[in-house]
């Protein structure tokens, strides 16, 4: 009891701390919630220069559909701007990056981890420079061979693309997984007469799923918030939901056009929402998984 | 593992990274050497009865053969590196003689495009990176002291700024702080000035950034601290109590030494992050008042005429910056590597 007592926190540090906490959690959700409710009403009232409390009540909505509600903002973006299709393009291309990227990932970690010849060390350093380059400065050296073979703004392309940039964080995070992993496990199958991919077959790949799950949740990130690839080298019928955001600002800016972008945006942080909900024990995991241990 | 073993797991992954990462990079650094063809024109003249006349014209036959005999283009040497676009010598140069204070040359130097967007990029980096890692330290420590069924939700809800889009994320900020929104209605009324604006206020818009900035990255600095709190040996937090520390001394004695390599691993990582800042330019509509290196890259390979060259060589340079922000990684992992072996 008397240690309890001793870590009781004194009563103006416990509040100080709260109000901190709520004012953070106020600054990390409040903007999303605000914009979810204005995306249902008017430009007028989302962007209030009368008085503010309009975004609030609807008033220019109500004058305009009778309803302080509306969901014109959403069937402007989905069905007139073909909004559907951006959506539909986003998922082939994170389905077929994480597929990709996890497969190949997996050889290659999994060869880095058992090995321990002197190349490995040179080919990891060399994914840290490659994971720290700014992919957007890799763009100009795609576009000439791109356009020459006429690849330029088909899915594949951008597919092949995103698979290989996000190739050196996959690797550095699974060859960390495969390394918690027992040797002693592969190396008995080894010595029962498995080849190295038999062992890797049948003792390894039942047992990596995890670290392969929290592996693929970043690799869809990756892919899913891309802007600079995909909006360089998708042309305009195959752009994936961030681009197509970015392109309901560029065009001129009309009533209905912001409003477009703004249930667009809700549109796009709705699959992020529900993904950090099943999964935030994994994400947080794989956040940490590098900086604790090094 | 056999030499031949590792090099049939290894291939796809290292054919994809030399084939999409590697050749580009060579492919740049070759383009900022080279700049396009100019077309051949061919001057005819042509004679009538009320004199001659001079034309020129483009021959399309010679500058198609000039093109498909040197694919790359003219070389150039460094001439897009020194260009006004990217390193301004002369501009430089010219600022350095005729300006007579430092705050007159530094302003000059301000409006040539390159020096803008490397201005704001440091800026940006350095002043982002030291305030998230403070703002995640901070919810850390609150976070640990809360109840187990409290935390998850918690965390649950810091996890969103990191995890949403950066484009629709900085958008989602920009909405609200613009003239016409909620918060910049709120700092119209606080300043008591209703004619300030984000769009009108390089100030303003550089604060905004920046809040972005640590705003999106500080979860990550969070959930990291949180991590390593976790490990936080409680012994020696004991024997500091006994000792009579006070809170903030348990604080800064036991705590902050003990998550130090977590603060230099997530600073580092931040320091490359931060440097690329591109998407929050494009969402807050920010080119007027800041630009980043990314973006002039983005901005000469957008729109109808794509300067391949011009972008190759803000490509080079930035590379160039990330290696120098990339180096005490690098010594690190070096040191680390050593260690094992």
Redesign the interface.
């Known amino acids: 009891m008397a240690a309890a007592s001793?870590r009781r926190?004194?009563a103006p540090?416990?509040l100080l701390?709260?109000v901190?906490?709520i004012l953070?959690?106020l600054?990390?959700?409040f903007?999303?919630l605000?914009?979810a409710w204005?995306s249902f009403k008017v430009e007028l009232d989302?962007?209030?220069?009368t008085d503010?409390t309009n975004?609030l009540t609807g008033e220019a909505t109500e004058n305009t559909y009778g309803r302080p509600f509306t969901g014109a903002g959403y069937f402007g973006a989905w069905i007139q701007e073909d909004f559907w299709r951006a959506a539909l393009n986003t998922g082939l291309v994170c389905f077929f990056v994480v597929c990709t990227s996890l497969?190949?990932?997996t050889?290659?970690g999994?060869?880095?981890s058992?090995?321990s010849?002197n190349y490995v060390?040179w080919?990891?350093?060399?994914?840290?420079?490659?994971r720290?380059?700014?992919p957007?400065?890799?763009?100009?050296?795609?576009?000439?061979?791109f356009f020459q073979w006429n690849l330029w703004g088909h899915l594949p392309t951008a597919i092949?693309?995103l698979?290989?940039?996000n190739?050196?964080f996959?690797?550095w995070m699974l060859h960390s997984f495969f390394q918690k992993i027992p040797k002693d496990l592969d190396e008995s199958a080894r010595v029962d007469g498995c080849t190295?991919?038999e062992a890797?077959r049948f003792v390894i790949i039942p047992v990596m799923w995890p670290g392969v799950i929290t592996t693929g949740l970043f690799s869809f990130?990756l892919a899913?918030?891309d802007?600079?690839v995909t909006?360089?080298l998708l042309n305009e019928n195959n752009r994936t939901m961030?681009p197509k955001?970015?392109a309901f600002?560029g065009t001129t800016y009309t009533e209905g056009n912001v409003m477009f972008?703004?249930a667009a945006?809700v549109s796009?942080?709705i699959p992020?929402?529900l993904?950090?909900?099943v999964f935030?024990r994994q994400?947080?995991s794989g956040?940490?998984a590098?900086?604790?241990k090094? | 593992m056999k030499h031949r073993t590792f090099f049939w797991f290894f291939l796809p992954t290292g054919l994809a990274m030399l084939i999409f990462i590697a050749a580009p990079i060579v492919s740049v650094v070759m383009q900022s050497f080279f700049v396009p063809h100019e077309a051949v024109l061919v001057e005819t003249e042509n004679c009538g009865p009320f004199g001659c006349t001079k034309s020129v014209t483009i021959d399309q036959e010679a500058t198609e053969q000039l093109r498909a005999n040197n694919p790359l283009g003219r070389f150039a040497g460094l001439d897009i590196y020194l260009d006004r676009g990217h390193l301004a010598v002369s501009e430089v140069a010219e600022a350095w003689r005729e300006t007579d204070s430092l705050g007159a040359f530094f302003s000059d130097i301000g409006d040539l495009p390159f020096y803008r967007a490397l201005a704001f990029t440091l800026t940006y980096t350095f002043v982002v990176t030291p305030l998230l890692i403070a703002l995640g330290f901070a919810i850390a420590l609150a976070v640990n002291s809360l109840t187990q069924r409290l935390k998850g939700v918690v965390i649950f809800f810091s996890l969103l700024p990191m995890i949403v889009t950066p484009l629709v994320g900085s958008l989602i900020l920009f909405w609200m702080i613009d003239s016409r929104g909620v918060l910049g209605t709120l700092i119209q009324y606080l300043a008591d000035d209703p004619g300030l604006s984000l769009k009108a206020s390089t100030s303003l818009m550089w604060g905004a950034l920046i809040t972005y900035g640590v705003w999106h990255s500080a979860p990550f600095a969070f959930v990291v601290f949180y991590a390593g709190l976790q490990t936080v040996p409680q012994d020696t937090l004991e024997s500091a109590r006994i000792d009579g520390a006070s809170r903030w001394q348990q604080v800064w004695y036991v705590i902050v030494p003990h998550l130090m390599p977590l603060v230099t691993f997530v600073a580092l990582i931040q320091l490359m992050d931060n440097f690329r800042v591109f998407e929050p330019i494009v969402g807050f509509n920010a080119a007027a008042h800041a630009t980043s290196l990314s973006w002039i890259i983005f901005n000469d390979l957008g729109g109808e005429t794509r300067q391949l060259s011009a972008a190759a060589t803000t490509s080079v340079l930035t590379i160039l910056g990330v290696a120098i922000l990339l180096s005490p990684v690098l010594v690190r992992t070096w040191r680390d590597f050593k260690g094992k072996a």
């Open positions: 001793a926190r004194p540090l416990v701390s709260t901190f906490l953070w959690l600054a990390a959700a903007p999303f605000w914009t204005g989302f962007f209030s220069i503010w975004a497969t190949i990932g050889l290659g999994y060869a880095l058992r090995s010849h060390f080919l990891l350093i060399t994914a840290l420079i490659f720290a380059m700014p957007i400065t890799l763009v100009s050296g795609y576009l000439p061979p092949i693309v698979v290989a940039i190739q050196p996959t690797l190295q991919f890797f990130l899913y918030n802007f600079a909006a360089m961030v955001i970015a600002l972008a703004v945006s796009a942080v992020l929402f993904l950090v909900m935030q994400i947080v956040l940490t590098g900086a604790v090094g």
